[in-house]
């Protein structure tokens, strides 16, 4: 699966996991210059907290599209170090 914006590939894996709809790709997968640390976290109550990055592509921002979860909840230990991504990124196969 890949994860893409702007025609650009931003994270490129075979080990994604699906979780309520969402791919989570391993976060060696994901190519890190193009992720800017966002300030924004968000509380699941059943993942715990999600924490987002912000994609910049050839000079463009998507604020906010892709979150981790750095130290989910019990139950959901198998999406930590990975990313998943929203906001006009698509994935596909």
């Given at each position: 699966m890949k994860a893409v914006w702007h025609g650009t590939v931003v994270a490129d894996s075979d080990d994604t996991l699906i979780v309520d709809g969402n791919h989570y790709f391993p976060a060696a997968s994901?190519?890190?210059?193009?992720?800017?640390?966002?300030?924004?976290?968000?509380?699941?109550?059943?993942?715990?907290?999600?924490?987002?990055?912000?994609?910049?592509?050839?000079?463009?921002?998507?604020?906010?599209?892709?979150?981790?979860?750095?130290?989910?909840?019990?139950?959901?230990?198998s999406l930590r170090d990975r990313f998943a991504f929203w906001k006009g990124v698509q994935i596909v196969d």
């Amino acid at each position: 699966m890949k994860a893409v914006w702007h025609g650009t590939v931003v994270a490129d894996s075979d080990d994604t996991l699906i979780v309520d709809g969402n791919h989570y790709f391993p976060a060696a997968s994901v190519r890190r210059g193009f992720l800017l640390s966002s300030n924004t976290k968000t509380m699941s109550s059943t993942k715990g907290q999600a924490s987002y990055w912000t994609l910049f592509v050839d000079g463009d921002t998507n604020p906010d599209a892709a979150w981790t979860y750095p130290e989910p909840r019990e139950g959901f230990e198998s999406l930590r170090d990975r990313f998943a991504f929203w906001k006009g990124v698509q994935i596909v196969d």
